[in-house]
């Protein structure tokens, strides 16, 4: 323990630091009194370490995805404190973040549904560049065909939709919008979720190529524990809005504490254990 | 496991998909030869791009009206591809039945459960009314749901995404098909549900001794649950053998590279710190399948200048097993 | 019953409102009722200032408001100068005779347009399609007004049709049948122009909203289970494309007393639409705000019943124990 604490403190101070926070929903039916609260994240306490990759897990609704969106000022918790390159922004409005926006980029599941159609794949990495007037005219579209290269993808495709390219290229051009604007900290909530294994181990090896080149500090959110057993430092358990077991992913997964965690490494474990059955000679 | 008596439940032949693209056109199936056996739970397993979607949808007739179909598909004698709407509508749901990537999508949000798993009965009018509930509610009930009273008056968005998912297999196997097809039931679902899905549909196979069709691109799903798998490349069968044998020995480079993505990872090869994680180089595209040569050439390591010239022809090894490679086994 | 208490605290603020405005437009408007008597040499200022003090015009606006208000509560709804009634005997009869039209027209034009878009949403994109789509365009560029002036015109060439008016001269001396004849004979040219001018947007929209459904995933899994294409259109696309459409069926319960007025007045029919116009035209003051009225509380009504309607067709929106 506590060559794990001088470990982490070599890393430097934390990248992102989230005290006590709180998040409940509530929601109201028009014609009858009742409400249903929905407690989505409770007294969650998390510290991001600079240059390293942090995970959450969970099943669904566990909260991952809303403590993803209150670290990236998406939505305002109900109480607690968010700390970000040693200043707290806590409670900060889109005027007062602004300037500190591009240093956080968030990168979603679903790209068809969060990439504009009408924008073409240039476009869509020119945009946050031009948002923030970094760059103008042909400057922007060598960088936009730059940024797409580094990604993995052709720069021929520069004119086309993103609905023409196959679910890892959108997660590819996702991620190059995202790193566009160099940001510090990337936050994916399930951006591998859902694509073939042989695309998910290509988009990985990205996110570790751009991570050393780039100085990034990741943080995952997945539900695939042998995915993030692979490239996480650290991982989160959260479990009906509770993290309720953090440290380094060795030890998180290899001697877990919490039932829940246990839990989760069982049916990671469950298809995949039939599966060493098989090869080890058939026997199911 | 494997089918006792060999009567083949389903017989493609030469199956060839075309689409005019907008850029190109798209050869979604080529020369496809496949047999289904009765009680034979058959995994298909491939990427995106593979054709093992369209293989789902050509089986049901559910292609769009501009793709260019050749081929046959021979379901209790008779040559499905020639049939017209109406004697396809005869087999989709009744005959042949298919469970669609992404339950929560597959149902009608306006309608309650109940109604849409009778909506399968009543389009082939089994029964009277009173028949037809109970042939429902006996669905449900062997797809796992304890509650079906509830379920049955239930909306889609009161459920959750596991009880989703037995719905739409209670839809599947409400008028008894000879033959399900799952079409990649578990993408984006995480692993618990992963297992439950899977065990489920196990224990529906067993026990109404249906043909069953599981199609997807995780390897791990299909170990002490298909008998044979079926492995697709750029829409054609690159590797087909019994499960065990398949996994313990792979033949083809690409299945090869298929099962390393697996076994090299956690849980089997422990929670490490990788710098970097082993993966198929290269990509699929658009063109490779229309190659005389092998279309996974670009892509493989076991790749001599044979390969760049010929397509492979299909060999018979080891009893069972069949490949298309010219360097099998290496 | 959260919801219906704030729907009525909404609806009597509406009202106030739209009374208020109502009130201060009218007398903002140059010129009064007594006006043209004003003109007339034969009658003494002082008979004007008179009959203008008897019926309050030269009271100050929030008095004859207040009046007024109290007129509404008592059941009058203030006093024609006109015709020497009180507003609501005139508005409720001709209220009457303007909801058989435009309620008949409504439910001709839904009845027609849902089938029809439908269809072609199921036909998207083939000559079907097409073909409605360029009639519906065609429709919609032709204005109310010549559709109603070629009816008429039509019906005075071929001798087909009474032209205009609700009743014949000696309706009342026909029995029960010929009676529902007449009546049924002097509605077709006001009900045709209204259905052939509302069918257009309302096709449009029911095809624009079951196209979109079509494309969902459930459409195709329920094809994938063997279910008959008219199944598919009524009992899957048609409800889940309903949303919108409710919306729209609301607007159209709202407009139910104000969307006839041109048609009215061109064919004679005797609706709100003339007495309005007329009333407006010689600054029957209280007459106007009565109309207006009425139309008000329509429009609340049909929004209140789509917000109903939407809660009981949608599961989603009605979100109870789970």
């Known amino acids: 323990m506590g060559s794990e604490a001088a470990a982490k403190r070599a890393l430097g101070p934390a990248l992102m630091k989230a005290h006590r926070l709180n998040k ?20 969650v306490e998390i510290d991001i370490a600079p240059g390293c990759i942090s995970a959450l897990v969970g099943e669904s609704s566990s909260g991952k995805s809303t403590l993803a969106s209150c670290l990236a000022m998406s939505e305002k918790a109900d109480s607690g404190e968010i700390w970000f390159e040693g200043q707290e922004i806590t409670g ?89 604007l160099k940001p510090a900290l990337l936050i994916l909530d399930e951006s591998l979720s859902g694509l073939d294994l042989s695309t998910q181990a290509q988009i990985l090896n990205l996110l570790l190529d751009l991570k050393s080149t780039h100085a990034l500090t990741y943080l995952l959110i997945s539900h695939d524990l042998s995915l993030v057993g692979q490239i996480a430092d650290f991982v989160g358990v959260m479990h009906h809005g509770r993290l ?19 839990k989760l490494l069982a049916s990671a474990g469950g298809v995949e254990s039939a599966y060493r059955a098989a090869q080890a000679g058939g026997r199911a | 496991m494997a089918a006792c008596c060999a009567s083949t439940l389903l017989r493609v032949r030469g199956l060839s998909v075309a689409y005019d693209g907008d850029r190109q056109a798209n050869l979604a199936l080529h020369q496809l030869d496949l047999d289904i056996n009765r009680r034979e739970i058959v995994g298909i397993l491939g990427e995106s791009g593979s054709g093992k979607s369209t293989l789902g949808l050509a089986m049901l007739g559910l292609l769009p009206s501009k793709a260019r179909i050749e081929g046959s598909i021979c379901f209790e004698d008779k040559d499905l591809l020639q049939a017209d709407e109406s004697a396809w509508r005869q087999v989709r749901g009744d005959k042949i039945a298919m469970i669609f990537q992404e339950p929560g999508l597959s149902l009608s949000p306006v309608m309650r459960i109940g109604d849409q798993v009778t909506e399968v009965i009543r389009a082939h009018h089994k029964g009277t009314k009173a028949q037809q509930k109970q042939a429902v509610e006996a669905a449900l009930r062997e797809s796992g749901f304890s509650d079906v009273d509830r379920i049955y008056r239930a909306y889609p968005y009161q ?60 390897p791990a799903l299909l170990a002490g649950f298909a008998d044979r798998v079926v492995v697709m490349y750029a829409g054609r069968i690159v590797e087909q053998g019994p499960v065990e044998a398949l996994f313990r020995k792979p033949l083809h480079p690409y299945t090869k590279g298929l099962l390393q993505l697996v076994s090299r990872t956690p849980p089997h090869s422990g929670y490490v710190r990788q710098e970097r994680l082993p993966a198929i180089p290269g990509n699929l595209t658009g063109s490779d399948n229309w190659t005389r040569a092998c279309a996974f050439e670009p892509r493989c390591f076991a790749r001599t200048e044979l390969c760049r010239r010929e397509s492979p022809v299909e060999i018979e090894t080891e009893g069972t097993r069949r490949v298309s490679c010219f360097n099998y086994g290496i | 019953m959260k919801f219906l208490e704030r729907r009525l605290v909404h609806a009597i603020l509406l009202l106030i409102g739209a009374s208020a405005l109502c009130f201060l437009f009218s007398t903002l408007a140059p010129g009064g009722y007594f006006d043209e008597m004003k003109l007339n040499p034969q009658i003494s200022p002082g008979t004007v200032a008179a009959l203008r003090s008897q ?36 508005v409720v009869v001709r209220a009457r005779n303007t909801l058989l039209l435009t309620s008949l027209a409504m439910a001709l034009a839904w009845l027609i347009a849902v089938p029809l878009g439908v269809w072609s949403a199921s036909r ?34 071929t001798h087909a049709l009474p032209v205009g008016g609700m009743v014949s001269a000696d309706h009342d001396t026909l029995g029960p049948w010929g009676r529902a004849r007449d009546l049924a004979a002097h509605l077709v040219i006001p009900v045709t122009t209204l259905v052939l001018a509302s069918l257009p947007i309302l096709i449009r929209h029911v095809r624009a909203s079951v196209v979109e459904v079509l494309q969902a995933p459930f459409i195709q899994a329920a094809r994938g289970h063997g279910v008959g294409r008219t199944s598919i259109r009524f009992r899957y696309a048609l409800p889940a494309a309903a949303n919108p459409l409710i919306s729209l069926f609301g607007l159209s319960v709202a407009g139910l007393l104000s969307g006839s007025l041109l048609v009215e007045v061109i064919v004679g029919w005797p609706g709100l639409g003339p007495l309005l116009l007329e009333a407006c035209l010689s600054r029957d003051f209280y007459v106007v705000v009565g109309v207006v009225m009425m139309s008000t509380l329509f429009m609340i009504l049909g929004s209140l019943l789509a917000d109903v309607m939407l809660v009981i067709a949608d599961p989603r929106v009605r979100m109870d124990n789970v």
């Open chain 1, 24 to 43: 409940r929903y509530i929601q109201r039916t028009p014609f009858s009194r009742k409400k249903f609260v929905i407690d989505a994240l409770v007294d």
């Open chain 1, 92 to 180: 900060w409005n889109d005027r007062q973040f602004a300037p500190l926006r591009p240093r956080i980029q968030l990168v979603f599941q679903d790209s068809a549904g969060a990439l504009n159609p009408r924008f073409s794949a240039a476009q869509v990495i020119e945009e946050p560049l031009e948002v923030q007037n970094r760059e103008s005219g042909a400057k922007l579209r060598r960088r936009a065909c730059e940024v797409m290269e580094e990604v993995g993808l052709s720069a021929d495709w520069a004119d086309r939709s993103p609905l023409e390219f196959s679910g890892g290229q959108r997660q590819r051009l996702a991620i190059g919008r995202a790193i566009t």
């Open chain 1, 244 to 262: 309720v077991e953090f440290g380094p992913m060795q030890q998180v997964l290899g001697s877990p504490q919490h039932d829940e965690t246990r």
């Open chain 2, 159 to 218: 459920l959750s995404g596991g009880e989703l998912h037995r719905v739409v297999i209670a839809q599947a196997l409400v008028c008894r098909p000879s033959l399900m097809i799952a079409d990649e039931p578990t993408r984006s679902v995480d692993a618990t549900l992963q297992v439950e899905v899977v065990k489920t549909l196990r224990d529906i196979q067993r026990k109404l001794g249906l043909g069953l069709i599981f199609i997807t691109h995780n």
């Open chain 3, 55 to 90: 019926y309050e015009l030269d009271r100050p606006l929030p008095v004859r408001y207040e009046h007024w208000v109290q007129s509404v509560l008592r059941g009058e709804w203030g006093y024609s100068f006109a015709y020497n009634l009180p507003v609501r005997s005139l």
């Open chain 3, 124 to 157: 998207a994109g083939r000559w079907e399609d097409r073909l409605s789509t360029a009639g519906t365009s065609l429709l919609l560029s032709v204005p109310e007004l010549v559709v109603a002036l070629g009816l008429l015109y039509f019906a005075i060439h």
